[in-house]
């Protein structure tokens, strides 16, 4: 058993939003709940009832809700959620704030500065949402966007999705390649592009991008530009428009005519890394994504009305969504654009401070870094608005949760969580009136009925397995673009267990409800026939003091998985026969001999999705001499090439 290392205060206890709902549950549905797991057990035996009640809880805006919640809820997948509901997600996120309250604090990694009300929000969306209306956007048509994480991102997700059309879109330091692997799946109509971006210190324009884009998708019939370099000197393409152009002659008093939706129409196109094939266009749609947000955003994450809500984040995570989604709970959202280290590795800390933050979110690489480099942020920082620290993008190492308590806050919810793409939300999360343990995520989610299935499908607790979950939800996606008989949909999620959702993560779920992670179950390492996850051989790696990060892969050799690690040192260290001496003691003593790579390989770098995430699997290819697909998926593909100088040694 993990040991606690916070505890919620009751005066916590009691002024949470999931106190309030226990309450709800006892008076409308006359359940005695009194803790989690009491409220856990019957989301999951009475999901209707739950989602119901969740729907009346968020306030959610709608024309029509319905008599009916869930129809074929024996169908996995296949359930319908809400069928008669009708209702607009822009609006509910546009109207939840006061008109003078603030909605959007931008900072930018080059001191720009804007706050944006809740009343301008409206407008400047009013306006944009006319614009792409006038160019004929109409329900299910596609809006696309190339753009740093600003506001007009925001701006240009609601006045698209206003209308009822699908959103989609990817951070600016893509490739056209890359951006054509996506967008061109879906054909969007209308593509808004930044003219460039701001990263650690130096400027990138992208205006270079525009013509070949437009050659490779037809379908675009209008390009927005955006300034934010600056760098736009005119174009020969009759597509494109300035921002301040396109929005001029349309008034910004009009009321929005908010397009309502079928529960399950389309709202948001994601994608899948594609580091194994073509990236998988998945589709989640507009009730789903809005009471999924609101439920982790209000009874997880503790978000009252006039927070404010961070998250690091780009505009081609899913994490951006999520954060969005906190304008419908009438939050303040502070958005960053620029690199989180720079100028210095604790820059994110004075957001903090000037905007009162009271939900910080970053991934766990960032606290990993901040602990390698011994930042200690309570000792600069007064932190006085923060209660919540969230953390996702991999398994948040035991020793990192330390480092929080010690280095940044000792009064406060960690709260790791996990999901992902392929749900736009979580499977495990955090939850505010619950204790913390050290190395573990808080909680499985309400309404989700998440089990660990060992290989032969039999749930089990205290054991290593799948994380699968064998009830609907309603955030699952509505399916895949271009896959009308949802094959690839079938074969992403229910192929290995029919009729529950297989997540792809190595996990064990723990006697107090908890869930540990080992990381992905595609990467997960067999040698001598024992499973053993990536993240149990990372988390020792990491508490070498010379190691900055690290890469394990298996290696199918002499009939077994021999392990291959490979280690990113501090400058002007190299790896030495002590250091590897080193390094494989300390894992046989806090892991077990069977996690003791045979190999132990210096590199300058690890290869990373754009989104941050440890790329195993291409260098698992690498080491097996097969070719890697989808390179322009990663954010330094050029680290690839060290990996292939060891093949002669791994022979």
């Not at 998945?282 to 009730?287: L, R």
């Not at 009308?484 to 999620?493: C, D, I, K, N």
């Not at 990663?634 to 100088?645: D, G, K, S, W, Y």
Request: a neutral charge.
């Amino acid at each position: 058993m993990n040991p606690v290392i916070w505890r919620p205060s009751v005066k916590r206890q009691e002024k949470a939003n999931i106190s309030r709902f226990m309450e709800k549950v006892r008076e409308c549905r006359g359940i005695n709940v009194t803790d989690y797991e009491e409220l856990y057990r019957w989301s999951i035996t009475e999901p209707a009832a739950f989602w119901d009640l969740m729907w009346q809880f968020a306030g959610i805006i709608a024309t029509c809700k319905g008599t009916q919640i869930v129809a074929d809820a024996d169908k996995m997948p296949g359930t319908k959620w809400f069928p008669e509901a009708r209702l607009n997600y822009a609006e509910n996120l546009l109207l939840k704030g006061h008109k003078n309250q603030c909605a959007i604090i931008f900072r930018g990694e080059n001191c720009e500065s804007q706050h944006i009300s809740y009343g301008e929000l409206y407008r400047h969306v009013s306006q944009l949402a006319q614009a792409l209306r006038n160019d004929g956007v109409i329900p299910g048509d596609r809006v696309a966007g190339i753009l740093p994480n600003r506001p007009e991102s925001i701006i240009a997700m609601l006045a698209t999705t206003s209308l009822g059309a699908i959103w989609s879109s990817c951070s600016p330091d893509f490739g056209v390649a890359g951006i054509v692997d996506r967008f061109s799946q879906i054909t969007p109509k209308v593509l808004l592009v930044g003219d460039g971006y701001f990263f650690n210190g130096k400027t990138f324009d992208r205006t270079s991008q525009i013509a070949p884009l437009l050659q490779a998708m037809p379908s675009i019939e209008r390009l927005v530009l955006i300034p934010v370099i600056n760098s736009f000197d005119g174009t020969n393409e009759n597509q494109v428009t300035l921002w301040q152009d396109y929005i001029a002659d349309f008034p910004d008093n009009r009321p929005i005519a908010f397009a309502q939706m079928p529960f399950d129409a389309p709202l948001f196109i994601l994608y899948s890394s594609g580091t194994t094939g073509p990236p998988k266009c998945i589709v989640h749609g507009v009730g789903g994504t809005l009471i999924q947000h609101l439920k982790e955003h209000r009874l997880h994450t503790d978000i009252h009305a006039g927070d404010c809500l961070f998250y690091y984040t780009t505009c081609g995570w899913m994490m951006w969504n999520w954060l969005v989604s906190g304008l419908a709970s009438g939050a303040t959202l502070v958005i960053y654009d620029g690199s989180p280290l720079y100028p210095s590795a604790d820059s994110l800390f004075d957001l903090i401070d000037a905007y009162r933050i009271n939900v910080f979110g970053v991934s766990a690489k960032y606290i990993h870094a901040l602990k390698k480099a011994a930042i200690t942020p309570k000792d600069t920082h007064s932190l006085a608005s923060l209660s919540t620290i969230l953390s996702t993008g991999s398994p948040l190492a035991p020793d990192s949760f330390d480092f929080v308590y010690e280095s940044i806050k000792s009064d406060v919810c960690l709260s790791s969580i996990s999901g992902g793409t392929d749900i736009i939300s979580c499977f495990v999360l955090g939850c505010p009136i619950l204790p913390v343990r050290r190395g573990e995520i808080q909680c499985r989610g309400l309404g989700m009925k998440v089990e660990v299935y060992d290989d032969k499908a039999r749930s089990v607790t205290g054991e290593k397995g799948e994380l699968v979950c064998t009830a609907p939800f309603p955030s699952m996606p509505v399916g895949f673009w271009n896959d009308p008989r949802q094959r690839q949909y079938h074969a992403a999620y229910f192929e290995k267990f029919p009729g529950a959702w297989n997540h792809g993560d190595y996990v064990a779920l723990t006697g107090q409800g908890g869930m540990i992670m080992y990381g992905r179950s595609d990467a997960v390492l067999n040698p001598g026939g024992v499973r053993i996850g990536t993240a149990e051989i990372y988390r020792q790696v990491e508490q070498i003091d010379e190691v900055l990060e690290s890469l394990v892969v298996g290696q199918d050799h002499d009939g077994d998985c021999r392990l291959i690690l490979f280690v990113v040192l501090r400058p002007g260290l190299q790896l030495s026969d002590q250091l590897i001496a080193a390094i494989k003691q300390h894992i046989r003593q806090n892991a077990s001999p069977r996690h003791v790579p045979a190999l132990i390989l210096q590199v300058t770098d690890i290869p990373r999705t754009k989104n941050g995430k440890i790329v195993e699997l291409a260098v698992r290819d690498i080491i097996h001499s097969r070719p890697v697909r989808n390179q322009q998926t990663l954010a330094n593909p050029e680290a690839l090439e060290q990996f292939r100088q060891f093949l002669p040694l791994l022979g």
